[in-house]
């Protein structure tokens, strides 16, 4: 399996759960296939550029914060020594 380049876009993932958007909507508003939508939303394929989230947040309503807070709570991050 591969590997995660990123965090997951949990809050967004959560965002399209809640509003009953299917990955294949997002697809068809950023013309890309379904299965790299789910790919970028789970930190395995590219990132969303900036265009991608305007566009998400323009026509699906995401949080535009949402692209840029991480996933995992501060009080979780684990300083590496």
Known sequence: MDKRNRQP???I???LVEKN???RDVAKLLSIQPNTVS???NGFGGDF???D?????N????PIAYFFEPSVPKK???MIS
């Not at 989230?53 to 947040?57: K, L």
């Open 76 to 78: 979780e991050h684990r």
């Open 9 to 11: 876009y949990n809050k």
């Open 53 to 57: 989230a305007w566009q998400m947040h």
């Open 59 to 62: 026509e699906l309503g995401v």
């Open 49 to 51: 550029s900036l265009e």
């Open 13 to 15: 993932k959560a965002y």
């Open 39 to 41: 790919k970028k939303l």
């Open 21 to 23: 958007i299917k990955h």
